[in-house]
């Protein structure tokens, strides 16, 4: 008998909740040690130069200070593997303003920093490029040793193409054809919590990181590599984290750092980024140059794509070659028999990147829902028909990945204009005027990107009194995956939510998890968790047929609420906590104890691209004052396909954070930098401008569709990477549907201005 | 070095401070009160706002000495022992928790305003937040949780 999911899809109060609202909730940067230290960096002023002479004699003079190190601490020089071997904890040579050149431990910060003044550095200032295409450039400056086209290995440039059909024959067919160049902006993550590292060595010569990062198990293997240690002697623990959205990927310098400061000084040291930090060195949105061109037939019939992309990447690769990799993949989301996409990862002496929500499909999709509009505009074909007839039908390949993935674009399209009435509202360019004067405008834009990724395990532990206790290395950066896998969890186990404790992301406790990006949680980590709990619901089950008697088998049984029983049969009975605490203690004299109660799970997904991926949709109303040229978003409506939905709250909670990531990096966020030095100019919260919650609009719940996703848990998938990465493309189109004329992003009031003077459109 | 004389939670501590640090620094690295937050250390995100008197300040821009005689409440002085007041338990029943960074500063600044204003507009509970940065979630479950808050204080729901 199928009584439905017990737990799966209702609303339960979020594990972290309590201790967050509290203040209790512990962060890296919180933790306080006896004896602690407090690090600071010295940074380069130059984008680009060689440190000729470091003298730190005067600042190890001074009172407070306890450790002090240069690249010549850097004992053996061992380079980042994750980074492709073209980084250092420390070097002699600086790639970027703001790159590491020392770094203090002390007694307070205050004397950390003045310390840093004392330290004397003769630089050698080199010429710096900043831009992709400059950089490429025979005589452009030489940022590392090989060349500024990032390698996949250390001698092997790296370039992606590949072609699907024939792009040339596929133009040849083509009634129009449009090509046009985009270059898309730097936008900073600004996470609310800095980045914070806390290292502790023990007299075993192990050392301990707390630090706020997405995953431990990648940081503990970057770190043994850095520092040449086995893995057994790095434990990294990742408390909560205050944000991230894709920033604190990476293992960077500050790590490594941190670690060699605690080990010089021979007590715990903490280093936090200033709110500066964060914005420059924290990385940013990695940004690119597009050069776009697709074909079509008059009636909207696709015939051919053609994408050129070259990635600023910075001074440190980081992800820069596997996010080109992933945009190939997942790009473009239209049919379309003849595609061909070539790219690179390029350096450059900008501020360092490493993935922004989005990853690669964001600013693509963004570029991409332009060249439609335009393509729309030019057959003279409402775009929300162009993309219900050109969207990428469910488990058809698409992209350069090929791979068939379970997507409801249709649905989510229809609910959407249903949503917003976009027949009723949509308009051509320009030609709708409001009563209060401004110019009304509507657009609309899709993306999505995968739900899965690598591998995961779980382990769950049953107490003698039912309650159980998962270990999951998934770090909880406020998408509430702890609240999802004790869903997961209460319902496979058949224990109550509550009765769940989560011991997360540490690597010593916790099994290894690839770490929390790309929305796979929710499959890898659904399925490991599923799979442990499977594991121990089945060691209850044979012992409660023990108990129970009278000839039932383990297949008869259901586990629901804290009972087990048999499902023909539901009075035929046995609590969990029962069957637990027999397994666990016995029952003097007679019943000794079984053993433990231990499940075990684990999961790997199939294919690289994976087969799981999601679909987003954005529709956009946006008024635009021609006078002040203030853009106002006043209606958004957004729908995905999530599958099964675990959390309902969760998963609305994430799509809200679309004004942030979304609208942000439409109308106000741009990290800019002097096109002379390439120092940032706005670091901080006073001219780099995220939407406050004076920015409100009428921001329509998330429209969920359920389909059914056949890898995951109960037929559920990841979708909060995603949320933001079909608003950029919506509002770019809506400002177009109002003007009549394309505006740069971050859209300001400025731009918007000089648009319409400039562009002598708009009616 | 300086002798002062702090009240926070309504717990008295005698205690020796530079005259120039915060009372953002003195909570967090002297009282081990690490609720209030450190986002951005200029006065700009809000993250560590606490209520002096009553009135929401940016204690990283707030020196300690300047805080003696005043009552000091910070977000673990919120709760009284296992009851949660009010703001928050609606911001874990309107899942306006994510990250959870900006909330001990969101919550605070809610509760300068509902002890002044018992029955605020939607407007103006935005107004009373728009000093608190928050990058996860779009300020809608936060705003929602804030009146829904107002209304349980106002049917004399004192701790939730």
């Known amino acids: 008998m199928d009584e439905g999911l017990a737990v799966l899809g209702k609303t339960f109060p979020r594990k972290d909740a309590e201790a967050k609202v509290r203040g209790g909730a512990q962060y890296a940067g919180d933790i306080i040690l006896p004896g602690m230290l407090y690090a600071k960096c010295l940074r380069s002023p130059y984008a680009h130069a060689n440190i000729l002479e470091i003298d730190t004699s005067k600042a190890e003079k001074l009172p407070g200070v306890a450790a002090i190190i240069t690249h010549k601490d850097v004992v053996p020089k061992i380079p980042f593997e994750g980074s492709k071997r073209d980084t250092y904890i420390l070097e002699e040579t600086v790639r970027y303003v703001g790159d590491e050149v020392a770094a203090v431990a002390a007694v307070s910060e205050e004397i950390a920093e003045e310390a840093l003044r004392l330290i004397e550095v003769a630089y050698e200032e080199l010429p710096a490029v900043f831009d992709p295409e400059e950089a490429l450039r025979g005589d452009a400056p030489k940022i590392h040793p090989g060349g500024n086209l990032a390698t996949y290995l250390r001698d092997k440039p790296f370039t992606f193409t590949r072609e699907i059909g024939s792009v040339e024959e596929g133009f040849a067919k083509s009634d129009v054809v ?16 800095p980045r914070a590292s806390l290292a502790a060595w023990d007299s075993t010569g192990t050392l301990t990181l707390w630090d706020s990062n997405q995953g431990p198990f990648e940081i503990r293997a970057e770190l043994a590599n850095v520092l040449g240690l086995p893995l057994s002697k790095v434990r990294v623990i990742t408390p909560y984290v205050g944000g991230s959205f894709g920033c604190k990927i990476p293992t960077f310098k500050a790590q490594g750092i941190v670690a060699l400061l605690a080990k010089k000084a021979g007590r715990p040291v903490r280093l936090v980024f200033s709110r500066e930090e964060q914005s420059v060195v924290g990385t940013r949105r990695h940004s690119w140059t597009l050069k776009l061109k697709v074909g079509a037939k008059r009636d909207g019939t696709l015939m051919a794509y053609d994408a050129k992309a070259y990635l600023n990447a910075g001074p440190i690769i980081f992800l820069g070659i596997i996010v080109c990799i992933n945009q190939a993949h997942l790009t473009p989301k239209f049919s379309c028999p003849n595609r061909r996409y070539e790219a690179c990862a390029v350096y450059t002496n900008c501020p360092p990147t490493s993935a ?16 439609m509009d335009e393509l729309c505009e030019e057959i003279g074909m409402d775009p929300l028909d162009f993309y219900l007839k050109n969207h990428i039908k469910s488990e058809e390949p698409y992209g350069m990945g090929q791979v068939p993935r379970i997507l409801a674009f ?8 249903e949503r917003i009435g976009w027949k009723e509202t949509w308009h051509k360019p320009g030609e709708k005027t409001l009563p209060n004067g401004k110019k009304h405008g509507i657009g609309m834009g899709i993306s999505g990107g995968n739900a899965a990724l690598g591998n995961s395990g779980a382990v769950i532990m049953m107490n003698e009194d039912g309650s159980v206790r998962l270990l999951s290395g998934a770090t909880e950066l406020g998408q509430g995956c702890q609240s999802e896998m004790s869903q997961i969890v209460a319902e496979v186990l058949g224990v109550r939510y509550e009765d769940v404790f989560v011991v997360s992301s540490d690597t010593a406790m916790t099994p290894y998890d690839q770490s929390q990006v790309a929305s796979r949680t929710t499959v890898t980590m659904g399925n490991a968790v599923k799979g442990a709990c499977e594991d121990l619901r089945g060691q209850l089950f044979e012992e409660a047929v023990r108990m129970l008697g009278g000839g039932v088998l383990p297949g008869d049984l259901r586990a629901r609420d804290g009972w087990i029983y048999v499902a023909e049969d539901r009075e035929k009975k046995i609590g969990i906590a029962d069957v637990a605490k027999i397994f666990l203690e016995g029952k003097p004299p007679k019943i000794v104890p079984k053993g433990v109660l231990i499940g075990k799970g684990s999961y790997t997904t199939p294919s690289t691209p994976p087969p799981v991926g999601n679909a987003v949709v954005n529709m956009v109303e946006v008024e635009v004052d021609k006078d002040t040229g203030q853009i106002d978003v006043v209606r958004l409506v957004s729908a995905v396909d999530c599958g099964k939905v675990i959390s309902p709250k969760g998963i609305e909670a994430q799509y809200e954070s679309v004004l942030s990531g979304g609208v942000g990096f439409a109308l106000t966020e741009e990290l800019l930098l002097d096109p002379s030095t390439g120092r940032a100019l706005n670091p901080t919260f006073l001219d780099y401008k995220i939407p406050t919650a004076l920015d409100c609009f009428e921001m329509d719940p998330v429209i969920m569709v359920e389909s059914h996703e056949r890898h995951g848990p109960f037929g559920a998938k990841g979708v909060a990477e995603a949320a933001m990465a079909a608003a950029a493309p919506a509002i770019s189109n809506a400002i177009y549907n109002a003007l009549g004329l394309r505006v740069d992003f971050p859209a300001t009031p400025e731009k918007v201005i000089t648009a319409l003077e400039t562009q002598g459109k708009g009616a | 070095m300086v002798k002062i004389r702090l009240h926070v939670n309504g717990m008295a501590y005698e205690m020796d401070v530079e005259p120039w640090h915060t009372l953002l620094h003195v909570l967090r690295e002297q009282l081990g009160l690490t609720g209030t937050k450190k986002g951005c250390d200029l006065g700009q995100c809000g993250a560590c706002t606490v209520l002096l008197n009553g009135t929401a300040v940016l204690s990283c821009t707030t ?88 209304e349980m204080m106002k049917k004399g729901c004192s701790h939730g």
């Open chain 1, 178 to 193: 449009l090509e046009r160049t985009y270059r898309t902006h730097m936008q900073s993550h600004v996470p609310m919590e």
């Open chain 1, 410 to 417: 249709r649905e989510a399209i229809q609910r959407s204009a």
């Open chain 2, 63 to 150: 020196l300690a000495i300047r805080c003696q005689g005043e009552e000091i409440l910070t977000i673990e002085g919120l709760a009284e022992g296992d009851r949660l007041h009010p703001l928050q338990q609606a911001f874990i029943d309107q899942f306006a928790v994510q990250c959870g960074f900006c909330t001990p500063g969101m919550i605070l600044n809610a509760k300068a305003l509902l002890d002044k204003n018992g029955d605020p507009s939607e407007e103006e509970v935005r107004r009373s937040i728009s000093g608190n940065m928050c990058r996860c979630t779009g300020y809608v479950k936060p705003v929602k949780a804030i009146l829904a808050a107002a």
């Open chain 1, 356 to 371: 922004f929500r989005g990853f690669g499909y964001f600013e693509a999709d963004f570029a991409i829902g332009k060249l």
